[in-house]
């Protein structure tokens, strides 16, 4: 596609529920990356995908937090039993092997609200 | 691991006037790249500087890269309306890792 993709576009569930994220990246794009963005804070690094596989996990909360990706594309994001702290704006975004010339695109988000 | 500060955490000026905002890594840095981040709005490449010393233009904003590739620097010069938002530095440290580490970002809001 044109642009990344991200759906839902805004979610909220209760607390206890399992979520799931979706992120379609730009076509072609070998590096997905998800990051969570709290009101008014910076990019939290979760996860960073290189094709299927995950190299760096470091940066996910909990092992409530699990993420994978298919056929090297489209990648979710599980978020099981959520709490009231997971609440904020979920960030895809992908790069291609010019990341350095042309940066992360970034999809509009998911705005997950847990009550 | 590799560390990204950014300062200030928020700057408000008039119109007109001038923004810096400053960004210091821990580690010696492949490249930086900025970003803008609109109210609402998701995070959006500007530039990417990779030589030390590097400055680049884009209209009333200035960029640069340390001699030691450890900071930067964006400048706007005769802020505008338009360029509320936060802006965010992110560095890479090279080699096939393509993660860049963000900065916390600066918000900055122009009174018109």
């Known amino acids: 596609g044109a642009g990344v993709s991200q759906s839902p576009s805004n979610k909220v569930t209760e607390k206890g529920k399992d979520v799931e994220l979706r992120c379609d990246p730009i076509?072609?794009?070998?590096?997905l990356y998800w990051y969570r963005q709290s009101l008014g804070q910076g990019l939290e690094f979760l996860i960073y995908?290189?094709?299927?596989?995950?190299?760096?996990k470091s940066g996910l909360p909990s092992d409530r937090f699990s993420a994978e990706r298919t056929g090297g594309s489209v990648s979710t994001l599980t978020i099981q039993r959520t709490q009231q702290e997971d609440s904020a704006v979920y960030l895809c975004?992908?790069?291609?092997?010019?990341?350095?010339?042309?940066?992360?695109?970034f999809g509009s988000g998911t705005r997950l609200t847990v009550v | 691991g590799q560390q990204v500060m950014q300062i200030p955490q928020y700057q408000h000026v008039q119109e007109g006037e001038d923004f810096t905002t400053y960004c210091n890594s821990s580690?010696?840095?492949?490249?930086i790249q900025w970003y803008k981040q609109r109210p609402g709005g998701h995070p959006v490449f500007l530039i990417q500087?990779?030589?030390?010393?590097e400055v680049k233009k884009q209209k009333r904003l200035t960029f640069q890269f340390g001699e030691a590739k450890k900071n930067s620097s964006l400048h706007i010069t005769a802020t505008q309306t338009t360029d509320v938002g936060t802006y965010f530095c992110?560095?890479?440290?090279?080699?096939?890792?393509?993660?860049?580490?963000f900065g916390k970002g600066t918000l900055l809001t122009v009174n018109p």
């Open positions: 580690t010696t840095l492949s490249n």
């Open positions: 992110a560095g890479n440290s090279g080699g096939s890792n393509y993660k860049l580490t």
């Open positions: 995908f290189q094709g299927n596989s995950a190299p760096d």
């Open positions: 975004a992908s790069s291609s092997t010019h990341v350095r010339a042309y940066g992360y695109t």
């Open positions: 500087l990779v030589k030390s010393g």
């Open positions: 076509s072609g794009h070998t590096a």
